[in-house]
């Protein structure tokens, strides 16, 4: 088909979307009328199987980035009447006119006026790696398998600090092409930590403290990532649920770190023996006038 033909064709009208509808839309719709429209469902009606080519058609154009953009720029051309003989602009409709003796460039993978060399084919594959190995970096071997091509192998290294669910591009590594060789995707799944958990740069963590260590106060040590433990200063009367920061001792990235968040669980006894239990006892009588629920429920009349 010659490219007058395609840029004449309102290929967002074929497909019934708007000009300014984003790539999402156009391919919901596009999988609706191919659903409705496959020929397996309308074999025999002609009419429909050729509904079916002009939407296929249309998302062949407007489902590719590229291809979209130049059929954009070529379609307000001829809206604009550029390309129309004799028109005010004194342009003839040729190509070359327009755009100099390269002007079919515009239109050349659009169109097929021109064979364009195409980079290889992007691959995409997977690895999981422990939340340490996350953390801290890891060098993994991955197997590869290109379309036509036989599996390699492939070693690189997982960068410090990645994510679950990132995704790590290597340029260069994916299979080869006429124009160069295409890109590599790493996806990469994180197992949980039994103790540690994360949010954004920040390592978090749970500290199991007794009651006597929250009410009166304790140095406790607390591990690390990487194996070193810190002492962490409990401030007397430090309530449950109570996050305290260890600086530095988070996720590192470059000569940035975040921190350690200690988030204290006061344990309360299961069971008290004799003289624990007298001990407690002899506590609330002596705290009896306490009543941490006064401006409690006074806010709840408010």
Do not use: C
């Amino acid at each position: 088909m010659a490219a007058k033909d395609l840029y004449e064709k309102d290929f967002y009208a074929v497909l019934g979307v708007p000009k300014d509808a984003n790539a999402a839309i156009i391919k919901k719709t596009y999988r609706n009328l191919a659903r409705e429209l496959h020929p397996d469902k309308t074999r025999g009606d002609k009419k429909l199987e050729d509904r079916f080519k002009e939407v296929s058609e249309a998302y062949d154009i407007l489902g590719d980035e590229k291809k979209r953009a130049e059929y954009d720029e070529a379609r307000s051309l001829y809206e604009s009447g550029a390309f129309r003989q004799g028109n005010s602009n004194g342009f003839s409709g040729d190509f070359s006119d327009l755009f100099g003796s390269g002007g079919g460039d515009i239109f050349s993978s659009l169109f097929g006026g021109r064979r364009t060399p195409r980079k290889g084919q992007d691959l995409q594959t997977e690895t999981t790696v422990t939340f340490k190995e996350s953390i801290f970096g890891k060098e993994v071997t991955l197997k590869l398998s290109a379309q036509g091509n036989a599996p390699s192998t492939i070693t690189t290294r997982i960068p410090s600090g990645v994510s679950d669910g990132a995704k790590i591009r290597i340029k260069g590594r994916g299979g080869p092409g006429e124009a160069g060789p295409g890109d590599l995707y790493i996806i990469v799944h994180v197992t949980p930590h039994p103790i540690f958990g994360r949010k954004g740069e920040n390592l978090t963590i749970t500290l199991p403290i007794t009651f006597t260590e929250a009410a009166l106060g304790a140095d406790i040590a607390v591990p690390t990532l990487d194996g070193e433990e810190v002492i962490l200063r409990i401030a007397p009367g430090s309530q449950n649920g109570k996050t305290l920061r260890i600086r530095g001792r988070g996720v590192k990235k470059g000569v940035n770190a975040g921190d350690l968040l200690v988030t204290l669980d006061v344990q309360v006894p299961q069971r008290l023996d004799g003289s624990a239990r007298k001990a407690l006892e002899e506590f609330k009588q002596v705290t009896k006038d306490e009543n941490p629920r006064l401006e409690w429920f006074a806010r709840s009349k408010l």
